[in-house]
């Protein structure tokens, strides 16, 4: 009986190695590669033979319209231009004339001929490419299909378009005041509503990122998005043009951790910079008489989100009189224009809102650093970073919103104490205003004692026609 199981065995493992042996000397299907330059073609009917060939290029619509025959571009072809790259046709021919030179598009620039000895993938049709994908967050195989370049190309020269918008655009277009000169002009709309010394405002907001690796994931999950996010805190004028951004942080935190990786904020607090600068708030001394006292440096309008410094100053949260509640809404609605910002970034620039593919965080952070210096090129280009007058319009069936947002803080309180003169500030009497002689430094009051002295001189303008809601002269064209 053992004889048998002994030769059943034999024989099992003979089977066995020969099983082996063969399958060790079968030859394996090996995997077929592609070819390089064996893309998916594109074909279009040839006018002259009216068969099919392959397309080029040259051959596609965007290449027609917008450069073989621009100058045949109507006024509405050029309207849908803005709509559909988020930029006027002559701010794009500029702008793509400052890509061509760079040196990160060497190998798109106009002449240039790829290993084969082909003409290179034209750069004015990966621009428009590169405008539409973060436009609209089409997909690169969406762009391959309307300009004949292959989806790889596309998606090369995007990694070095948002790399040149970090390094290049936002530098040159998002600039923070370094002094007094440069926040005049950032600070006059504040002025006009009774902020003296007020540079802009600033809060934060969460950008989603599709592909964020495994190890980052769970800090980059906030308590306000189901999905993974990078936070961006911001500083806007009013004109609504981007002052500062910090890099992109994990969602989870919050702004009071924000504020410390702010490098401008940080440069205000410890007084590197606009320490020098100067503007004059009104008190009233103990027989009622109005004085100017002198300050030094600045301050932000902020939410109670932040840290409680002097130069972060957010409304009350609870308001002991009337003039704390009133100085509150009209400082809540001031810092509404932060808020705007965010709004006009995400429906302008759609991959904000709908979601940074990038397995890199540096490149979610360079896609919101672009969007950011094209947001305010675009300020630029449209007229828009005008200082604001605060103008009632002469049409009749415009509202006068200057009117309405002054006496909606009235309350009923008796309007006769208001003084207005046909929606300007009647600022006559600051001239017989005594000056203190007193100098106080922003940066080292307590944050509730400098809100007290805001209060009141806001208090003082309003009950003498002091204060005014800006806005532009002449009303943009809605695009």
Same mark, same amino acid.
């Given at each position: 009986m053992e004889a048998e199981e002994d030769a059943t065995t034999e024989r099992l493992l003979s089977l066995i190695r020969t099983n082996q042996q063969e399958s060790m000397h079968t030859p394996q299907k090996k995997r077929k590669r592609r070819r390089m330059g064996t893309s998916a073609k594109m074909y279009v009917m040839d006018a002259a033979t009216g068969n099919p060939r392959i397309g080029t290029p040259m051959d596609c619509v965007w290449w027609v319209n917008h450069v073989t025959h621009a100058e045949n571009m109507t006024p509405r072809m050029h309207d849908k231009f803005r709509r559909r790259f988020r930029m006027p046709f002559d701010a794009w021919k500029e702008f793509v004339n400052t890509l061509n030179p760079n040196e990160l598009f060497r190998p798109w620039q106009r002449g240039a001929k790829n290993c084969a000895g082909a003409p290179c993938s034209p750069i004015e049709l990966l621009s428009l490419g590169a405008l539409r994908y973060i436009g609209r967050k089409c997909t690169f195989d969406d762009l391959e299909e309307v300009t004949f370049i292959s989806e790889r190309t596309h998606q090369r020269f995007f990694k070095k378009f948002i790399q040149y918008g970090a390094e290049h655009l936002y530098p040159e277009h998002v600039i923070a005041p370094n002094n007094p000169e440069e926040a005049r002009t950032h600070m006059h709309e504040m002025a006009m509503a009774g902020f003296n010394g007020g540079i802009g405002s600033m809060d934060a907001t969460h950008v989603t990122i599709e592909n964020c690796r495994y190890g980052l994931r769970q800090i980059h999950l906030g308590h306000k998005l189901s999905k993974t996010a990078r936070t961006y805190n911001i500083i806007v004028n009013h004109r609504r043009r981007i002052l500062s951004s910090t890099a992109g942080h994990p969602s989870r935190w919050n702004d009071k951790t924000l504020v410390l990786f702010d490098s401008f904020v940080e440069k205000i607090r410890s007084g590197e910079v606009l320490s020098d600068n100067e503007f004059v708030l009104f008190e009233r001394v103990n027989d009622g008489t109005i004085v100017s006292v002198k300050y030094k440096g600045v301050w932000l309008l902020v939410d109670n989100g932040y840290l409680q410094w002097s130069c972060t100053i957010p409304p009350f949260k609870y308001c002991g009189n009337r003039s704390e509640l009133r100085w509150s809404q009209w400082l809540e609605s001031m810092r509404k224009d932060v808020e705007c910002t965010f709004g #006009?970034?995400?429906?302008?620039?759609? #991959?904000?809102?709908?979601?940074?593919?990038?397995?890199?965080?540096?490149?979610?952070?360079?896609?919101?650093?672009?969007?950011?210096?094209?947001?305010?090129?675009?300020?630029?280009?449209?007229?828009?970073?005008?200082?604001?007058?605060?103008?009632?319009?002469?049409?009749?069936?415009?509202?006068?919103?200057?009117?309405?947002? #002054?006496?909606?803080?009235?309350?009923?309180?008796?309007?006769?104490?208001? #003084?207005?003169?046909?929606?300007?500030?009647?600022?006559?009497?600051?001239?017989?205003?005594?000056?203190?002689?007193?100098?106080?430094?922003?940066?080292?009051?307590?944050?509730?004692?400098?809100?007290?002295?805001l209060v009141e001189h806001f208090d003082i303008l309003f009950h003498n026609g002091g204060i005014v809601w800006p806005r532009r002269a002449k009303r943009p064209r809605c695009s």
């Open positions: #006009i970034l995400k429906k302008r620039f759609q #991959i904000l809102q709908k979601g940074v593919q990038a397995y890199d965080l540096e490149d979610a952070d360079r896609v919101w650093m672009t969007c950011c210096a094209l947001h305010n090129m675009l300020l630029d280009v449209d007229g828009l970073d005008e200082l604001w007058e605060g103008e009632i319009p002469s049409d009749p069936s415009v509202g006068d919103t200057d009117t309405f947002a #002054i006496e909606r803080l009235l309350n009923g309180e008796d309007c006769s104490r208001l #003084i207005r003169h046909e929606g300007e500030r009647n600022l006559n009497w600051v001239s017989d205003v005594a000056s203190s002689g007193i100098v106080r430094d922003v940066n080292k009051m307590q944050m509730n004692d400098m809100r007290k002295k």
